[in-house]
T-cell receptor, first 111, second 116 residues
Framework: SQQGEEDPQALSIQEGENATMNCSYK?????LQWYRQNSGRGLVHLIL?????REKHSGRLRVTLDTSKKSSSLLITASRAADTASYFC???????????FGKGTTLSVSS | GAVVSQHPSRVICKSGTSVKIECRSL??????MFWYRQFPKQSLMLMAT?????????EQGVEKDKFLINHASLTLSTLTVTSAHPEDSSFYIC????????????FGEGSRLTVL
């Protein structure tokens, strides 16, 4: 089962531009996490935001969470070619259960 | 941070054979591990929850007789794809929680299965 829907499904930008990806989910959550996945590789954990938090920063990443709208956004500022990857949101709904992933956004950053 | 290791990272097998994929938590004990499957250009789909010392819990639509899961110890869960067919070719990823039900989740690097 999938909890989240990301949009856009694909995003192409130039180096230096900002990239914004959105995620919507369906049920109540404990936290929401964002992951990056390079083609054919494993997941890289980017950031976790708890249900009682509204915004979180980590380097060039900014994540927001709106629990009333059941949505989150990931902003990557000053993008680099190395940011080219697929990005997934994943929701943690209940202690001890698995993360449920959204469909993902494929980001392509050209130099 | 905690490490979850998967083996093999890549495996190619003939149709009809069985393949075993191992998921180990290297520096912590995990009573629960999770198995995901990812088809090309798609997201991760949860297949099953592996419980140490008891039967796995499978998601709807996942054949438990085809995808055998064994969680024999607190650091090892195995996924066996039985009688593999080309449509089983996929990227299989495991994850494990450190420190109990509320612990942080760590993911393995994934295992790419190609069935010829």
């Amino acid at each position: 089962s999938q909890q989240g829907e990301e949009d856009p499904q694909a995003l192409s930008i130039q180096e230096g531009e900002n990239a914004t990806m959105n995620c919507s989910y369906k049920t109540s959550i404990n936290n929401l996490q964002w992951y990056r996945q390079n083609s054919g590789r494993g997941l890289v954990h980017l950031i976790l935001i708890r249900s009682n938090e509204r915004e979180k920063h980590s380097g060039r990443l900014r994540v927001t969470l709106d629990t009333s709208k059941k949505s989150s956004s990931l902003l990557i500022t000053a993008s680099r070619a190395a940011d080219t990857a697929s990005y997934f949101c994943a929701t943690d709904t209940q202690a001890g259960t698995a993360l449920i992933f959204g469909k993902g956004t494929t980001l392509s950053v050209s130099s | 941070g905690a490490v979850v290791s998967q083996h093999p990272s890549r495996v190619i097998c003939k149709s009809g054979t069985s393949v075993k994929i191992e998921c180990r938590s290297l520096d912590f004990q995990a009573t629960t591990m999770f198995w995901y499957r990812q088809f090309p250009k798609q997201s991760l789909m949860l297949m099953a929850t592996s419980n140490e010392g008891s039967k796995a819990t499978y998601e709807q639509g996942v054949e438990k007789d085809k995808f055998l899961i064994n969680h024999a110890s607190l650091t090892l869960s195995t996924l066996t794809v039985t009688s593999a067919h080309p449509e089983d070719s996929s990227f299989y990823i495991c994850s494990a929680r450190e420190g109990g039900a509320a612990g942080e989740l760590f993911f393995g690097e994934g295992s790419r299965l190609t069935v010829l």
